[in-house]
């Protein structure tokens, strides 16, 4: 259980996060988005204690963090953003003293850290030097030190940042089965990743608070309501009358070698259209609804006001984001994940809420 | 509660032993000393030498002492805080359930171990000289042990400095400047006018305390002196460390 009530941080005049109040409840994965620079990391920080807020407090199951900080750091596991490990050390050996600095003894560091490096798969490279490692294995040693305590709070900053398609789904998958029991909060840039991981979302930016709730809820507040994508064999001239009268379909745009039907909220005309093309004898070759995806709800709360401050430029960057390396996984994961490019989001996000 | 501080002090000893600087620093300070020792025992061994001093009242005492103090202290020390900072690692660490105050005490009894044992070797000098004539044992243990008290402040000023910054190279030339002026300032004192200050600034005047420790004598309130100023230092850390943790 997290708590934070209130926090804000102040840099001088800057206030880099702003009131923000939210919970987290056993059993849930709360998901953190937002734009660079929204105040992400900061919220992060000052939730597992590293950074004091200027205002406002934290309790992690209860202890405050400023009261008890240790009983309360004692239930945090905590995956940095900047991956930080001792590069002259071991594996083992690192893994056995961040085992020790958590309180743990001798006996049970060693069956903990047998079952971190299994769960985050490193079992191959335990005697490696750190500083050897790749980027992948890095990451992973620092998530296998944050859950290696069994702690009931764990904290993840980006934590599929840097793995291949592989690993990405080994990951997503330990962190749904820690997320069964525990607590966990999570920041991450990978959009699909949230939509299949969280049960609920934040959205922060400018170090507010612009939206909580599931990504349900979220896609409902979106203005573009739902589309239906629809595509024939040959030509038919008088397809877009026709189903530009058919209820609930408010508008027809055309498309390349397909025709998109902007939909009233919560209309689902697929049906009728489905009966419309048997009675005039059109041949379907595809038919298919979008709903808004949680891209669309994140650049809306964000446009404008992060801090690139055209449009454009925040729909850019979350372009950008999967077009990361670390992305790449997210790209060829589900079934309906393999072709599109983040110019095409609307195969991705059915797929991606199929997934959940 | 103990854990955190062993976590951290075995840490930072194996990091010290697996570091490249630490064995260039070890080789450095044992071929500076053991040549200092050298020049002394042969200046002494000259039949035209005056009689008068032992070879380990000089040793302690002289000029070399210092300026290995002053320069190999920031060596060891710049490392502990600063590179936390750079590299992250401190995200990790401050966020365990440790408090600044254990992390700072592992960091310099780490320190202070692996600073006594650049010395450890230097004990084979007495020994050697003890074969061919007799040696007092008395002023050279006196000797080391203000070598371990003078370096244990040192270090503990070292630790502050290395609290200040992500650079280590501003970290040790901080603490430089601090030990200079820890150095240097009582023993400007004597051109004081005041009576008060010059005795106040006497009192603290290490080169005389280890003038004194050669010959064999150990003052207590100068044994208090080294402890208090590192726990000062040693606590200002764990301030900054804490204030600072958001970096």
């Not at chain 1, 009261?67 to 945090?76: G, I, M, S």
Request: with cysteine; net charge negative.
């Amino acid at each position: 259980m997290i708590e934070a009530r209130g926090l804000t941080r102040r840099y001088g005049d800057f206030a880099a996060v702003r009131d923000v109040s939210f919970s987290v409840a056993d059993g849930e994965i709360l998901g953190i988005l937002g734009p660079n620079g929204a105040g992400k990391t900061t919220t992060i920080r000052m939730i597992t204690g590293f950074l004091p807020p200027t205002a406002g407090g934290v309790w992690i199951n209860g202890k405050s963090l400023r009261e008890d900080p240790l009983a309360a750091r004692r239930q945090l596991g905590y995956l940095p953003e900047s991956v930080a490990l001792y590069p002259e050390m071991r594996l083992e050996e690192y893994l056995a003293y961040r085992a020790r600095l958590a309180g743990l003894g001798r006996g049970e560091a060693k069956g903990a850290i047998d079952r971190a490096v299994d769960s985050c798969l490193l079992g191959e490279k335990r005697r490696q030097v750190i500083g050897q490692l790749s980027k992948g294995y890095r990451q992973r040693v620092a998530l296998a030190a944050a859950i290696l305590h069994g702690p009931q709070v764990l904290v993840l900053d980006e934590p599929t940042v840097g793995l291949d398609p592989k690993q990405i789904i080994a990951i997503r998958e330990l962190i749904r089965d820690l997320g069964r029991e525990r607590t966990l909060l999570l920041s991450t840039h990978i959009l699909p990743e949230v939509e299949q991981l969280c049960q609920r979302v934040l959205i922060i930016d400018r170090g507010r608070l612009v939206a909580e709730g599931t990504p349900e809820e979220l896609r409902a507040q979106s203005a573009s309501a739902t589309e239906v994508r629809i595509a024939f064999e040959g030509e038919v001239p008088d397809a877009g009358d026709a189903l530009g009268a058919v209820d609930g379909v408010d508008a027809v745009l055309p498309g390349d070698g397909h025709l998109r039907l902007r939909c009233a909220s919560g209309a689902d005309p697929r049906a009728e259209i489905f009966r419309l093309a048997v009675e005039r004898g059109w041949v379907l070759v595809e038919l298919s609804q979008r709903r808004a995806s949680l891209e669309d709800v994140f650049v809306r709360l964000t446009r404008g006001q992060g801090t690139t401050q055209d449009p454009d430029g925040a729909a850019a960057e979350l372009d950008n984001s999967h077009g990361t390396p670390g992305d790449e996984g997210s790209e060829a994961l589900g079934p309906n994940d393999t072709g599109p490019g983040p110019e095409d989001p609307v195969d991705r996000s059915g797929g991606a809420a199929e997934e959940r | 509660m103990m854990h955190g501080f062993l976590a951290v002090f075995s840490r930072e000893l194996r990091a010290y032993f697996v570091s490249p600087l630490a064995w260039v620093i070890l080789t450095f300070f044992l071929l500076v000393q053991g040549y200092v020792f050298s020049l002394i025992v042969g200046f002494l061994t000259d039949p035209r030498a005056v009689a008068g001093p032992t070879p380990f009242e000089i040793f302690f005492g002289g000029i070399f002492l210092w300026l290995t103090l002053v320069f190999v202290t920031p060596v060891i020390t710049m490392r502990l805080i600063s590179e936390e900072r750079r590299s992250g690692t401190i995200e990790a660490l401050m966020t365990a359930p440790v408090t600044a105050v254990q992390v700072v005490l592992a960091k310099f009894f780490a320190a202070f171990v692996f600073y006594a044992f650049l010395w450890l070797p230097t004990l084979a000098y007495p020994a050697l000289l003890s074969r061919d004539t007799s040696v007092d044992w008395g002023p050279i243990l006196a000797g080391y042990l203000g070598v371990l008290g003078i370096g244990g402040m040192f270090l503990s000023v070292g630790i502050f400095g290395s609290s200040f910054s992500k650079n280590q190279i501003v970290s040790a030339v901080v603490t430089f400047g601090c030990l200079m002026l820890l150095l240097f300032l009582p023993w400007a004192g004597s051109l004081t006018q005041d009576p008060q200050t010059g005795e106040l600034l006497g009192y603290m005047n290490l080169l005389d305390h280890m003038d004194e420790l050669g010959q064999g004598i150990v003052d207590s309130r100068r044994l208090v002196y080294y402890l208090t100023t590192a726990a000062l230092f040693l606590f200002l850390s764990s301030r900054a460390l804490e204030a600072k943790k958001w970096r």
